[in-house]
């Protein structure tokens, strides 16, 4: 088969998620065909070895792609995968040089307008490993949740079932992120925008969790308290 027809047949099956039967078509093509391979059928190679959970090897193709197709934004996003499943996502974090190198990486080439990138997970794994220590990271923590654009978090609630069968019901992007930004904000002493920020995620979001409907009006509370107001 030539190139054209091994790409066709290799596409057919990743878009019928038959990726183990598609992933040997992508490595005789980059074997056979490597210089002739187009941005599309790299990311098709690409995403197949993250799915399959190869990623030390998607990271090395998504990157070689991107040498030679630095602007897409498909090679992009599973370049920003790998490192996520091989970096970010692993517990606990050993190198805390290495986490924050790859954090930053995944900022610089995921889209957080694209809720299929891991740039808002991204963000909140590295938050949840700076609130370990909360008093001495609170200016890293609301430096980490500024980055984040609430008109792009999911408002639906994270529902799984755990080990016992029993669905659980946890917040949802957007409310999480409200939860520790207003935190942040009183934490860190700006009052006067935490009290802000509470009143929109009060009127925004009908539903809490996670304990969010007790601490936000506390955390409004407790930043009026410190500016005098009762």
Not at 10 to 19: E, F, S, V, W, Y
Not at 104 to 132: C, G, H, Q, W
């Amino acid at each position: 088969m030539n190139y054209g027809e091994l790409s066709r047949e290799a596409g057919n099956l990743r878009k019928a998620k038959d990726l183990k039967k598609a992933l040997p078509i992508y490595e005789k093509m980059y074997t056979q065909f490597h210089d002739q391979l187009n941005e599309f059928d790299l990311w098709g190679y690409a995403y197949c070895l993250q799915k399959l959970e190869h990623y030390q090897q998607a990271l090395d193709i998504s990157h070689e792609g991107l040498k030679r197709f630095p602007e897409s934004v498909f090679l992009k996003n599973t370049y920003s995968w790998a490192i996520f499943y091989l970096h970010i996502q692993p517990e606990p974090v050993n190198r805390r040089d290495v986490f924050f190198k790859a954090a930053r990486a995944i900022m610089r080439f995921s889209d957080p307008a694209n809720k299929y990138s891991p740039y808002t997970i991204t963000v909140f794994s590295v938050i949840d490993l700076l609130e370990l220590n909360y008093e001495l990271n609170a200016d890293q923590i609301l430096e980490w949740i500024h980055r984040l654009d609430p008109k792009h978090l999911d408002k639906a609630p994270f529902e799984f079932v755990n080990a016992k069968g029993k669905t659980v019901v946890n917040a949802s992007a957007f409310e999480k992120y409200y939860a520790i930004l207003i935190k942040a904000l009183y934490e860190t002493g700006h009052y006067e925008t935490c009290i802000v920020k509470a009143d929109e995620a009060l009127s925004e979001i009908k539903h809490f969790h996670n304990g969010n409907e007790i601490w936000i009006p506390r955390n409004k509370a407790l930043s009026m308290h410190a500016l005098g107001q009762h």
